[in-house]
């Protein structure tokens, strides 16, 4: 009873931070997609949250899961200054400890137009 209690305040606590962020003036840039691995205190502080709702509000396609190894992965798909802005903002939670950032090309997917947090 107390985890689920502790999972909804943390649910509440990083969705109210993700849509108190004041957004950019973005350059239209490119769109591109890249392979994202966050290594370090990633998992069970609402990292993947944070991302799904940060994608969402940017625009951008993809998916975030949590890796059996206690790292987190995504693949994102958006204008390179958005994504860039993404990780960004994730290296800075102080609830998680990003330790390193791994980000590969990858090839544009056509047929995405949502952002999918996996479970």
Request: aromatic fraction near 8%; glycine fraction near 4%.
């Amino acid at each position: 009873m107390c985890t689920k209690f502790i999972k909804k305040l943390r649910h509440r606590y990083v969705v109210n931070q993700i849509n108190r962020i004041e957004l950019p003036e973005f350059e239209n840039t490119p769109l591109v997609r890249k392979s994202i691995v966050f290594t370090g205190r990633v998992q069970k502080v609402g990292l993947r949250l944070a991302t799904y709702k940060l994608a969402k509000r940017l625009g951008l396609t993809g998916w975030v899961r949590n890796r059996p190894d206690k790292r987190v992965e995504a693949e994102i798909q958006g204008e390179f200054e958005k994504i860039i802005f993404l990780v960004d903002y994730l290296k800075s939670i102080k609830r998680a400890k990003i330790k390193s950032v791994e980000i590969d090309d990858m090839l544009i997917s056509e047929n995405e137009h949502s952002f999918t947090l996996v479970k």
